[in-house]
């Protein structure tokens, strides 16, 4: 998509810090991070959000998921764990409609998800 950030990231017309890259997937350092791990694991392929999750996606969106744990293992955060997000759409907090996955570690993120314990936090 010509217009997608992350889609020219991918195509290597953005430059990013890189920490893994197969044929269908990228994953580079977030350049805002909240966690000393911070990387953004994308496919490649334009996919907007999780919502487009269908059949032809499938196999892209896997890959990606199968690469979590190799960026976990290879930034050192694989034993200690991390947390995975994807935000999607407007109320999930995303704002660049090219799915990714965060992956952030290197510090405990605790059991909320949310700032407190409630539904409305
Ligand atoms: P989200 O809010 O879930 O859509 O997260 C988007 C993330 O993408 C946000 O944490 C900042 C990051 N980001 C946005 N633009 C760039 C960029 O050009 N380079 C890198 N490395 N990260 C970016």
Avoid at 51 to 57: L, P, V
Avoid at 68 to 75: F, L
């Amino acid at each position: 998509m010509s217009d997608c950030i992350f889609c020219k990231i991918a195509a290597g017309e953005i430059p990013a810090d890189k920490v893994y890259e197969d044929d269908k997937v990228l994953a580079f350092r977030d350049n805002h991070p909240r966690a000393p791990t911070h990387v953004l694991v994308i496919p490649k392929k334009h996919i907007a959000s999780l919502n487009e999750a269908s059949g032809d996606n499938i196999p892209d969106i896997a890959a990606a998921v199968a690469a979590i744990p190799q960026v976990a293992k290879a930034d050192g955060v694989a034993e200690s764990g991390y947390r995975v997000i994807s935000n999607c759409g407007e109320d999930g907090g995303q704002t660049v409609f090219h799915l990714h996955f965060h992956v952030l570690g290197g510090r405990s993120f605790g059991p909320k998800l949310f700032r407190g314990d409630t539904a409305e936090d």
